[in-house]
């Protein structure tokens, strides 16, 4: 079974939802990289997704953008990625890891270069936000074939009737967009989130895990009833350099869900 229907299952059983943290691979360099991992096993993180540093990403805000283009400045190579992602595997096996990639970078490599490397280096899921439902089943496909999950994204503005398509097609979980842009840190959770997230649990029996704008514990908090996971990102990234810092926002976030 993929790890994460495993590590969902799981968490289903104990009634806890799970802490997804967000970590670009190279910034501030590779080393950092698997100790900021390191700190997040420990902080109780339970599914961590490993950012590929794309030039032209096309969800991220201003805060992981320019950690991408930090990344992209040491001459890092899909190769680093992958060798550190096996790295992180073999220390922490326990805890599933999730892509978050660009289409472009998959294609160029080639599909099946690609999707081999992320399966041996430990991969459980891939998001790819620029490749549209229509055209998803050009990767969703292969990839299940090496035991891999396409996570869909739904955002708060995708009509229903294209919502119901785009669970039907995803696996592992559901990636719930929390608001209408791009990432980054934000003040309040719509109030709309909830109302939203209990007709998409009518819709599919996958996890949903809310991303995008949850930066607090906080926020964490007003989650808790209405989503299986909780997904941080930009909060995190803006301490990478900060190591104690980023712990213990860390436990504070793994310690609210």
């Not at 900021?36 to 030039?55: C, H, K, N, Q, T």
């Not at 399966?119 to 790819?128: C, D, K, N, Y």
Request: charged share 20%; with cysteine.
């Amino acid at each position: 079974m993929n790890a994460l229907d495993t590590t969902f299952a799981r968490l289903r059983e104990q009634g806890k939802r799970a802490f997804i943290p967000f970590l670009t691979v190279g910034d501030p360099d590779l080393g950092a990289t698997l100790d900021r991992a390191a700190s997040l096993v420990a902080a109780g993180a339970d599914v961590i997704e490993l950012g590929f540093p794309y030039s032209d990403p096309i969800a991220d805000g201003p805060v992981i953008q320019s950690s991408y283009t930090r990344a992209l400045a040491r001459r890092l190579t899909l190769d680093d990625i992958f060798r550190t992602a096996a790295s992180i595997h073999a220390a922490h096996p326990g805890t599933p890891l999730v892509a978050m990639t660009s289409f472009s970078l998959v294609w160029r490599r080639g599909m099946e270069w690609f999707l081999g490397q992320a399966r041996t280096a430990g991969f459980s899921g891939l998001i790819v936000p620029d490749l549209p439902l229509e055209e998803s089943a050009i990767l969703r496909e292969p990839a299940q074939a090496h035991g891999l999950h396409l996570i869909q994204l739904v955002t708060p503005t995708t009509p229903a009737e294209r919502a119901e398509q785009i669970v039907s097609a995803s696996g592992g979980f559901v990636y719930c967009v929390s608001v209408t842009g791009i990432t980054g840190t934000r003040t309040e959770i719509p109030a709309a989130l909830a109302e939203r997230l209990a007709w998409l649990r009518s819709r599919t029996k996958l996890p949903l895990c809310v991303g995008f704008g949850v930066s607090t514990p906080e926020q964490v908090r007003q989650l808790r009833d209405h989503a299986d996971g909780i997904i941080v990102g930009s909060a995190l990234v803006r301490l990478l350099d900060n190591p104690e810092a980023f712990r213990t926002l860390a436990e504070s976030l793994a310690a609210a869900r």
